[in-house]
């Protein structure tokens, strides 16, 4: 007979919420913990309360920041006449690993359903039009997933974005329908990026 842990359940079931597991594999890691908990528990343990008390969401650029410091929006060192628009954390991280692109990045934090009533307060969008005009950002690439919503959100952005002075332009070549950016190797990367398209302003 299986012996059940309430704890040890409840474990597993907020581990097969990570993306990528499932009950089976949430198991074999919280088994893999169990059995070594002075070396791997407790240190997973205080790093994650760390995180929880002292990493925060920018409310301008959408990157992490410890609590109470500076965000890397914030750095006047750094001088770029370019800005990645991009979904979420995981597509920016996978576009720096790449080293395709030089220049800001703004992370939305989400992406609008077309079929769900919209509030743009939702996303960093307001934000992301001040940093255009305080940065004089002379391109815009919108780096959003090939999906529905990837491609409403950057339908929008387009509209709000579009005037004389800033190009406008998004991932051409390379990146493949119902994509998403998290999902994609780096020459697929280096590839849409490359080929990335103007923005028509018709």
Known sequence: MENHIREIEELIKQFSKLPGLGPKSAKRII??????????VKPLAKSLANVYKTVVRCNFCGN????QNKCICEDNNK???KICVVE??????VIE?????KGYFHILGGTINPNENFNQ?????????KRIKNNNIKEVIIATSATV??????HYIEDIVKNG?????????GLPVGGEIEQLDDGTLISAFKNRIPVSSD
């Not at 992490?64 to 609590?67: A, P």
């Not at 002075?165 to 070549?173: D, E, I, N, W």
Request: charged content about 25%.
């Open 97 to 101: 690993s790449s080293e395709v692109f």
């Open 149 to 154: 919503e990837g491609q409403t959100t950057a």
């Open 165 to 173: 002075k800033t190009k406008v332009s998004k991932l051409g070549q």
């Open 121 to 129: 307060k939702n996303l960093l969008i307001d934000s992301l039009i």
């Open 64 to 67: 992490l920041k410890v609590n």
């Open 31 to 40: 088994l893999k913990l169990i059995n070594n908990k002075e070396n791997m």
């Open 79 to 81: 001088n770029f006449d």
């Open 88 to 93: 979420n954390l995981a597509d920016m991280w």
